[in-house]
């Protein structure tokens, strides 16, 4: 990691005042690009599964402070809630698949319901008051159709102050009332976020059935999906505040150094300029630097050389 990330995250004000990360549904794993702040940072990890609500503390798994909270994260002060088990885990929600909607494509048969359980439940302010926080730095959230209502459900000042916010909603009819990805969109158009990226991702417009058929299911059959146009279904979003309204010198290192993980050098260029502007620190003349250094490094990449020779190409012979 370059030592300039290392200069923030020993910067007072951040050793003092941490980065609070927030993940839901980290049942696989915790968001692999925090691995480089992690030693400096607050994350809260919701897991859910079948024991009773408790809040672990870990010191070992890399982070400064880990909290995994095994609990499903909602947007009504309920202390259980309903629960659908999905033949994948991956799958499964407190909303109900739609089944019907959902036997055109390939991927189908995870959504199967096999059971339906209660779990412990908590919202997020519950949960930030329980652990003496009062602030969500980067906010990731994959909940199964809920997304956007967990963020919504966040008071207006903690809300607002999210750095970095990043879902993971649907195109298709996948959940009963699910968050859509248009919904998403349509809420933080206008708001204190633009979106910095998106990834889509899909399935194939087969049934389960007819592609059995082709072939049966292994490897052979994985290899045949594989090889298959795959269809959007959901997307990855990530959105950075737009620091319009954010005031404080440790917000602004955060946000550079986050915008900076992100690749969003432009941006962090912006920020680090309005910082020293703001500040009057060294610091921020630092960071400027850092930027655009890296924006002029990516002159010469292969990506950006290909899309030299494409404009080239348009205009030389108008393809």
């Known amino acids: 990691m370059p030592d300039i990330f290392n200069r923030i995250l020993r910067d007072p004000e951040i050793v003092n005042d941490p980065p609070v990360l927030i993940d839901i549904g980290a049942s696989e794993e915790i968001h692999p690009i925090w691995k480089d702040i992690a030693a400096a940072s607050v994350c809260i990890a919701f897991d859910a599964d079948t024991r009773d609500f408790n809040i672990s503390i870990k010191e070992d798994k890399g982070y400064r402070k880990l909290y995994k909270l095994n609990t499903i994260v909602t947007d009504k002060d309920e202390s259980q809630t309903d629960f659908y088990l999905t033949e994948s885990p991956y799958c499964s929600s407190t909303l109900l698949p739609r089944e019907k909607e959902l036997a055109d494509w390939a991927f189908a048969d995870k959504f199967k319901v096999t059971g339906q359980t209660k779990l412990n439940s908590i919202t997020l302010s519950k949960a930030l008051s329980e652990l ?41 009819d996948s959940y009963q009332g699910e968050d859509k990805l248009y919904q998403v969109l349509q809420y933080l158009d206008g708001s204190d976020f633009w979106l910095s990226g998106m990834l889509v991702k899909g399935s194939k417009r087969i049934t389960p059935a007819l592609l059995n058929s082709i072939t049966p299911p292994g490897l052979v059959r994985k290899l045949t999906e594989f090889s298959m146009k795959t269809s959007p279904g959901w997307a990855e979003l990530c959105f950075i505040n737009n620091f319009n309204n954010i005031t404080s010198r440790r917000d602004f290192l955060l946000g550079w150094l986050f915008s900076s993980f992100l690749g969003q050098h432009g941006f962090a260029f912006g920020l680090a300029e309005k910082g020293n502007e703001k500040f009057q620190d060294k610091i921020f003349t630092q960071l400027r630097d850092y930027s655009v250094a890296k924006i002029k490094n990516g002159r010469f990449t292969p990506s950006a050389i290909a899309v030299y020779f494409g404009i080239l190409k348009q205009k030389l012979f108008g393809v």
Do not use: C, H, M
């Open 132 to 172: 003496g926080l009062n602030k969500i730095d980067w906010y990731k959230s994959d909940s199964q159709g809920t997304d956007l209502r967990l963020f919504k459900s966040l008071p207006d000042p903690i809300r607002n102050n999210v750095l970095v916010a990043e879902f993971e909603p649907g195109f298709i």
